[in-house]
């Protein structure tokens, strides 16, 4: 930090994002912090605390106010994390139905704990609250896609099919 | 057996319903036409006459909440969509956005043309992603049609629709917390009143409404009033639909008129009922912050005024959003309560001290049981720092928004129906349940 910072999006981004602050009054730019925000991590991969900044100009806002915001989200990284964020839901219909078990199976097969990321920076390991898919239990998102009733062959098939 | 009735998750299992076309085959914005045809004021009555109630939790009349917004708006006014579904257990709004998101948009601009709306928010959790990117192809399919944007279909009507990203906390489903997020804000409530309707999303008239509830408005417009009032109960027409997961062999989503089946049916006949072997141990009615049911209670009819809350019925418990989560025995209760207070801890925004100190002091004390560290004393203290928060169904709380009662209520509830299984972990110094905590599927 202090050192002169390469944050920046690309132009496509910056476009997507100039067309999402135009859905909100013009004085109140900051309404499009979080689309904005979901944006920019999915080019980082994360968000640095310049990223913070960098948004926090585009919306003409306070840097600390914005910070204050997306330190109220949990969906936004301010570290690194894998190409593959492994959600698990643990809240109690997943967890009647073996999300304890989906944590276990996927701990031992990455050989990492909830929270940290694969050496090979592939996959990060989260457990996360409720994601509205109980009848699916268990349910885990990878990055955006949800799968459902997920078993450890279904896992290792899944996990095996990706890039 | 009960049959289901259903109205917005017919057409759940139509290829492609996504696609304008397709939609438009079923009857798709012909509401949204007769609409334009009516007065917003023709609109809102016939909505209030239907007797159509928020699905939200609260029950209330849908088209008396449209007519407090102003009938002659000076500033921009704005209707939202409450896609922020994170209460556990419930997983319908999740479905009729991903199945028949047009059903949706459909109802929205009806809603905003009622109530007078230049702008639509439809707020989606930021956990339904692909929702969201369907949502948006969604929106401009229609506004390619002319059903969004400038002079709706030729008339003098014109509204922009938005979907807009949360990020993952469960407290924007709130609709004053969801206001604050659409703001670029911390999701923290806002004191009731100044009411949404006087000022909400940037200080301008608001209306919250939430995905299911919207989801009837263009049946209730093609169909008539008269039709939907002839459906489900006297008090609360219409279908429902009910969410069921858990231990259940057939967890799913089913739809029925309010009041045509009992809890009971709705488990064993539609859902399945508890795995071989197995006997049902207990219920939570309708999402994580209402009270558990035991086995001998659920030949409740499922009809909201049966319930305290919200109908003010004679059993003392809550409707809440229909979505119940079944346990059966092999579980736990203190485990399932930790289990949830790990949620609200999780989830408490942080803005009022009960909340914010409760959920986490609550949590600790039912971990300490579970993990056999309980003492005698503990069961009292978890009621009185659950009372402090908020009376066990009562009005009074102590924190800005219904977080609070949120987690006192299942607090207060485990302990009153399940207290002997919190005093054995406490008498034999750890849990005497053997559990099953293996990976359950269907089939």
Redesign the interface.
Known sequence: MGLEMAVELSPETKKACEEIIR???ED?K??????L??LAQREWGYIPLDGITYIADM?Q?PHARAA??MS?????HKAPVGKYVI?VC????C????A???VDHLKDKLRIDVGETTEDGRFTLAK???????????AI?IN???YR????EKLDEILDGLE | MPEEYKVITKLFDVEGLADLDTYRAHDGYKALEKALKMTPDEVIQAVQDSGLAGRGGAWFNTGMKWSFMPKDPKV?SYLCVNCD???????K??ELMRRNPHQLLEGAVIGAYAIRASAVYIYI??????ELVQMERVIAQAREAGYVGRHILGSDYSV?V?A???????ICGEETGLIQ???????EPRVKPPFPAQRGI?DCPTTVNNVQTLSYVPHIIHKGTEWFKGLGSERYPGTFVF?????VRN???FELELGAATMREIIYDLAGGPYEGRALKAV?PGG?STPPMTPDQIDIVMDPANFAIPGRGDFQGMFGTG?M?V?DDT?CMVD?LL??M??FA??S?GQCTPCREGCPWARDIVWRIEHGQGRPEDLDMLLEVADNVAGFLSPRYSTICLFGPAFSYPLQGFLQSFRSEFEAHIEQGGCPIKQD??????G
């Open positions: 859905r909100y009054p109140k900051e309404a499009a912090i979080l689309p925000l979901h919306l806002m204050g915001v109220f989200y949990p969906m936004f959600y643990s809240t109690l219909s967890a009647l139905c073996g304890e078990a989906v996360v609250e409720c994601i509205a898919a109980c009848d699916g239990a268990p998102l955006e896609k949800l009733h997920v078993t450890r | 921009p579904e994170s209460e556990p257990g419930t997983f709004d999740r959790r930021g956990e339904m992603w692909e922009e938005y807009h990203p949360g990020a993952g906390a469960y997020s659409l703001e670029g804000k911390r999701a940037f969410c069921v997961s858990g231990h967890p799913g989503l939570i994580a979505g989560i346990m579980t399932a289990n949830l790990n949620f999780h989830e925004c905590k293996s990976i359950k599927v269907p």
